[in-house]
């Protein structure tokens, strides 16, 4: 199963992604994580990157296309979960080329829809672990021990973007490069909205229902 997860900053992709990895066997493919592993690994790709993140704006299209073709041509038979990528119309264009030269198509696309004021909330208030990448919330999703990560004890951190100032940037920067991206899907695929401002419980419970309806058609 090959499918696109896509969504405002915060909108709760990558807690979604972990859920559908977790009932599919998928691979969770986040532009966001690979692009933070290069930053902290210090490669030439992180050092490019570093200033766009930091601002909120998006990388060049052409760094990010390089690096998530090389992991979706890597992936498993069983599929993957994009979550933050495609990003742009140009990115999508570039995405379905690449599953084209692999004879690969994406088989839906999932739209999480978030009221702006929840994204704030959400963004300004949540820790990651940065061993496994674990994300919780201060009050949403807290972990077992306060500021330690529930699988590995680390000590949670908040991510730089997440600050007030750069989650606004990084709003706009969605609605004028990404939301494009959804109308480019309604015109070709099947695009699943759905209302993300609920519990992420329940968020999931109406992704997974669509999702099992597609596995056994
Ligand atoms: P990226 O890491 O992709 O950030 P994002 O899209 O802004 O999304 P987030 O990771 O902030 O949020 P999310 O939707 O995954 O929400 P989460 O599940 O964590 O990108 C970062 C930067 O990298 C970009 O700004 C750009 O510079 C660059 N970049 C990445 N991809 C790129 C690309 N393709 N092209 C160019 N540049 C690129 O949830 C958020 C919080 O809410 C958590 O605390 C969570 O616990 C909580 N939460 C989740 N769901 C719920 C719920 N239902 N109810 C209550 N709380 C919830």
Redesign the pocket.
């Known amino acids: 199963m090959r499918v696109v997860l896509l969504?405002?900053?915060?909108?709760?992709?990558?807690?979604?992604c972990k859920r559908i990895v977790g009932r599919y066997g998928v691979i969770h493919l986040?532009?966001?994580?690979i692009?933070?592993r290069h930053r902290a690994e210090g490669s030439e790709l992180g050092k490019k990157?570093q200033a766009?993140?930091d601002s909120?704006?998006?990388?060049p299209?052409d760094l990010?296309v390089e690096v998530?073709a090389e992991e979706i041509k890597k992936a498993p038979e069983a599929g993957f979960v994009l979550?933050?990528?495609?990003?742009?119309v140009n990115?999508a264009i570039e995405l379905d080329e690449t599953l084209e030269s692999i004879d690969r198509k994406i088989d839906i696309v999932v739209n999480?829809q978030v009221d702006e004021q929840?994204v704030l909330a959400?963004?300004t208030?949540?820790?990651s672990c940065p061993k496994c990448g674990a994300?919780?919330?201060v009050e949403?999703?807290r972990p077992k021990v306060e500021g330690k990560c529930d699988h590995d004890g680390a000590e949670l951190v908040q991510?730089p973007?997440?600050s007030a100032e750069v989650v606004a940037n990084?709003l706009r920067?969605y609605h004028l490069q990404t939301k494009p991206v959804v109308d480019y899907y309604r015109e070709k695929s099947t695009v699943f909205d759905v209302d993300?401002n609920?519990?992420?419980d329940e968020?999931s419970g109406l992704i997974l229902d669509r999702l099992d309806a597609l596995v056994k058609a």
Request: glycine content about 14%; proline content about 4%.
């Open positions: 969504g405002a900053p915060g909108a709760g992709k990558g807690t979604q986040s532009s966001g994580d692009l933070r990157a766009y993140m909120g704006a998006l990388v299209d990010v998530m979550d933050g990528f495609p990003r742009t990115q999480l929840n959400r963004m208030g949540r820790r994300v919780y919330h949403n999703m991510r973007d997440d990084r920067t993300a609920k519990e992420a968020t």
